[in-house]
């Protein structure tokens, strides 16, 4: 069982930055992060593969949010610039013992409790 733990939310004035972290027990082969917003379904944001040269971002972020991962300490990053109020969400971080591209939840076979970000404007 993969356990993963997210930290690195809070509240921010928009324009401003935060970085998320998840550390996984265990060394995992795909990461994502997703998000839920109130009254929201959980939407994708990225995704990164094991050696970090496959990434995929809704576009509705990109150019703001960059995904990496350090394999040696099994943690994926989530640096997010440029934050606007429609960011607000609990992020949850997910993974994938098998490699995927794909957007869709129920493709992650682990999840995070999650860690709120707020956006104030």
């Known amino acids: 069982q993969v356990q993963l733990v997210e930290s690195g939310g809070g509240l921010v004035q928009a324009g401003g930055s935060l970085r998320l972290s998840c550390a996984a027990s265990?060394?995992?082969?795909?990461m994502a992060w997703f998000r839920q917003g109130p009254g929201k379904e959980r939407e994708f944001v990225s995704f990164?593969?094991?050696?970090?040269?496959?990434?995929y971002y809704v576009e509705s972020v990109k150019g703001r949010f960059t995904i990496s991962r350090d394999n040696a300490k099994n943690t994926v990053y989530l640096q997010m610039n440029s934050l606007k109020p429609e960011d607000t969400a609990v992020y949850y971080c997910?993974?994938?013992?098998?490699?995927?591209?794909?957007?869709?939840?129920?493709?992650?076979?682990?999840w995070g409790q999650g860690t709120q970000v707020t956006v104030s404007s």
């Open positions: 997910a993974a994938s013992a098998f490699y995927t591209s794909s957007p869709r939840p129920y493709d992650y076979n682990y």
């Open positions: 265990i060394s995992v082969r795909t």
């Open positions: 990164i593969n094991w050696s970090g040269d496959s990434t």
